[in-house]
């Protein structure tokens, strides 16, 4: 087992008016990889929202320790100078922003990743390359007017150069064709070869997962833990879906809890 890097423990939350995770327990090693799955409105990406310190959800009880300190009413940025990353499944556009200029700016915000401006120009245009993304997207306003496997390129370019300790990846492989899933697979591969850094990869499609060692498989029903166990997992649902973990909700009498986070999620 590898040395701990986050513990969520017996986590409660939602928003304001809206319970959404009930207890939830969650422990990632350094440098492991883990896979959060569960049918539409499960909870999964709100829980890796609440990860990160998204004010949408407030934390009912519970805590969340990262690195050996309890960030459980850490701000998100503070959680991201902290070493975490989250992967939006529907990332936003920011007119009047330059890409490259945003990039710039968190590097220059954590002193592990400042340099020169020469060696960052360097850096940037090195994975671009290897995301077979056009640099002169660099230049261009984040993520405006950019298609849907555009803006997961550039969320893989971040994760290479901000290079977090641990990553969430939140249904990155939404919506991609073949050619663009493959670059993201490639990214995904680049950053566990270089970082060696721990991943939570939350998906309900398990073609992203092909090409991963995955240690621990989490199932998630109606805002609740269900089960955690191997690799073994993803191909039980792949051939027979969530089916199983469904009863095994409903055998604990729990019922359609409403939950809302991403687009996965707003008919929970």
């Known amino acids: 087992m590898s040395a701990a890097l986050l513990n969520v423990s017996g986590v409660s939350a ?7 995770l009930h207890g939830i327990d969650l422990a990632v090693g350094e440098g492991e990889c883990h896979v959060l799955m569960g049918p539409n409105g499960a909870g999964k990406s ?19 320790e990262f690195a050996g300190e309890d960030i459980t009413d850490a701000s998100a940025d503070k959680r991201s ?7 939006y499944q529907a990332p936003v556009e920011v007119p009047g922003v330059p890409l490259y200029s945003f990039l ?7 002193p592990e990743l400042k340099t020169t401006a020469r060696k960052f120009r360097k850096r940037v245009g090195e994975i671009a390359d290897s995301l077979d993304l056009d640099q002169s997207f660099l230049m261009r306003e984040l993520n405006v007017g950019f298609s849907g496997g555009e803006k997961k390129k550039i969320e893989m370019l971040q994760l290479l150069l ?14 991609l064709d073949v050619d663009a899933l493959g670059v993201v697979s490639r990214g995904i591969a680049a950053y566990r070869e270089q970082c060696d850094g721990a991943l939570i990869v939350i998906t309900h499609n398990t073609r992203i997962l092909e090409r991963l060692d995955v240690d621990k ?17 993803i191909s039980e649902i792949d051939r027979e ?13 729990i019922e359609g809890a409403a939950v809302a986070a991403g687009a996965e999620e707003v008919d929970a």
């Open 104 to 110: 710039r700016t968190i590097c220059q915000m954590r």
């Open 14 to 20: 939602g928003t304001e008016d809206k319970p959404i």
């Open 217 to 233: 498989t989490h199932v998630m029903v109606k805002g609740h833990m269900i089960e955690e166990g191997p690799a073994s997992l």
């Open 46 to 64: 709100t829980l890796g929202h609440v990860i990160m310190g998204d004010p949408t959800y407030r934390v009912a009880s519970g805590s969340i």
């Open 81 to 87: 100078l902290a070493g975490i990353f989250l992967s």
């Open 241 to 253: 879906g969530f089916g199983r973990f469904e009863r095994t909700a409903a055998e604990q009498g």
């Open 162 to 175: 901000l290079q977090p300790k641990l990553a969430i990846l939140d249904e990155t492989d939404s919506g």
